[in-house]
T-cell receptor
Framework: DTEVTQTPKHLVMGMTNKKSLKCEQH?????MYWYKQKAKKPPELMFV???????INESVPSRFSPECPNSSLLNLHLHALQPEDSALYLC????????????????FGPGTRLTVL | DAKTTQPPSMDCAEGRAANLPCNHS???????VYWYRQIHSQGPQYIIH?????ETNEMASLIITEDRKSSTLILPHATLRDTAVYYC????????????WGAGTKLIIKP
């Protein structure tokens, strides 16, 4: 089973709202990722969590706040977003993030389609 | 900077083999070639990866040239459900890796 689930599937929010995206995996993976994807572009990495600790923040604005409450769950808290933040937000997981000589496949969820009005 | 070059679009007849090329002329010795596909508005789906040997799984085959500067993903019997954007990606193995995505090839399977 290589399933990553994401909720909600679609989200519409105003610029003053606070909302959260949720991602879950039960594969025992210890690395989880958030990506942002604009239309007709490849995904862009936002955050990497390794063993529930934030390992990579790709200079993402503070209006995006990730959280990893346990090894199966990853949240992305959204506050004061701008219309240009409208995109498909993808969660992924892999067995681990880094290991010398190792390579581990990332498995993606279906994404949350976010629209900021 | 993208490390892979792919044609922006390709067509293939249903039931035929779809051959998707990818150039990665600056690939390093420890970089893997990965393929994902993304069906419209869904999350990317892992297909296959390889380092230098050819690889095959239930979805596809990956042929890597001997100099590793290019590769071809082969879908042996394409179906309409294989219509998607296919991404060829290079990835450094070991520590602190990231996926370096190219622009992708839009593959359209025609009946």
């Amino acid at each position: 089973d290589t399933e990553v689930t994401q909720t909600p599937k679609h989200l519409v929010m105003g610029m003053t709202n606070k909302k959260s995206l949720k991602c879950e995996q039960h594969m025992g993976h210890r690395a989880m990722y958030w990506y942002k994807q604009k239309a007709k572009k490849p995904p862009e990495l936002m955050f990497v969590y390794s063993y529930e600790k934030l390992s990579i923040n790709e200079s993402v604005p503070s209006r995006f706040s990730p959280e990893c409450p346990n090894s199966s769950l990853l949240n992305l808290h959204l506050h004061a977003l701008q219309p240009e933040d409208s995109a498909l937000y993808l969660c992924a997981s892999s067995q681990v993030w880094t290991m010398a000589g190792g390579i581990y496949t990332q498995y993606f969820g279906p994404g949350t389609r976010l629209t900021v009005l | 900077d993208a490390k892979t070059t792919q044609p922006p679009s390709m067509d293939c007849a249903e039931g035929r083999a779809a051959n998707l090329p990818c150039n990665h002329s600056t690939i390093s010795g420890n970089e893997y070639v990965y393929w994902y596909r993304q069906i419209h508005s869904q999350g990317p789906q892992y297909i296959i990866h390889g380092l230098k040997n050819n690889e095959t799984n239930e979805m596809a085959s990956l042929i890597i040239t001997e100099d590793r500067k290019s590769s071809t993903l082969i879908l042996p019997h394409a179906t309409l459900r294989d219509t998607a954007v296919y991404y060829c990606i290079v990835r450094v193995g070991g520590s602190n890796y990231q996926l370096i995505w190219g622009a992708g090839t839009k593959l359209i399977i025609k009946p």
